[in-house]
């Protein structure tokens, strides 16, 4: 049972550029959301996609972006980067199907993206 | 809205001691959902467990237990017999329900805790 994967794992960008995360969530579930983890701190939502669409969202500028395929694989786009957007990126799935809905979120190992 | 506060930054026991991690919520919902998470040195957030709000019964595993008191708002972690493998960082999280839809919002976690297990 393959559980959920992100890539790339490291990334090194430089401020101003624009960066994308890719997520694949476990196997039969259908919902992915992203989190920040900002060094020493608990995670922080950013958003959550559900059929493809953004269901719902936490405290982040619009230059935090996503997208969710069919495959339910999600992508997280920064614009703009700033020094302060570099963190642990982790992604999360779990099952929002309704009558099955599952509310445990399993994660991802997580993208280390450091801005300079 | 909603919070949760984790207010032991950190905690240091001898291997074979018992040692508690304490969670505060805070929430305007009737019906949410309460997880702790363990994230080893490799970043990986682990689920360790999920109490929804209208459940109070504590629950055991192994030589884990979790004490939720809603008169208190708290969620408490116990560990008995500590062991080194238990040295992680520890995560409080609280989510809402979403509507009538079922699933859940997003989470808020805590600041964590972290565990030291000395040998």
């Known amino acids: 049972d393959a559980g959920v994967t992100q890539s790339p794992t490291h990334l090194i960008k430089t401020r101003g550029q624009q960066v994308t995360l890719r997520c694949s969530p476990k196997?039969?579930?259908?919902?992915v959301s992203w989190y920040q983890q900002a060094l020493g701190q608990g995670p922080q939502f950013i958003f959550q996609y559900y059929e493809e669409e953004e269901r719902q969202r936490g405290n982040f500028p619009d230059r935090f972006s996503g997208h969710q395929f069919p495959n339910y694989s999600s992508e997280l786009n920064v614009n703009a980067l700033l020094l302060g957007d570099s963190a642990l990126y982790l992604c999360a799935s779990s099952l929002r199907e309704a009558g099955v809905y599952s509310y445990e979120q399993y994660f991802g190992p997580g993208t280390r993206l450091t801005v300079t | 809205a909603q919070k949760v506060t984790q207010a032991q930054t950190e905690i240091s026991v001898v291997e074979k001691e018992d040692v508690t991690l304490d969670c505060v919520y805070e929430t305007r919902d009737t019906t949410y959902y309460l997880f702790w998470y363990k994230q080893p040195p490799s970043g990986e957030l682990v689920f360790l467990i999920r109490r929804n709000s209208f459940d109070e019964q504590n629950e055991i595993s192994g030589r884990y237990s979790w004490n939720f008191q809603k008169s208190t708002s708290s969620f408490n972690f116990t560990i008995t017999a500590s062991q080194v493998v238990d040295s992680a960082v520890y995560f409080c999280a609280l989510s809402e329900a979403i509507g009538s839809g079922g699933g859940a919002d997003g989470l808020t976690f805590g600041k964590g805790t972290h565990l030291i297990i000395q040998p």
């Open positions: 196997s039969g579930h259908d919902t």
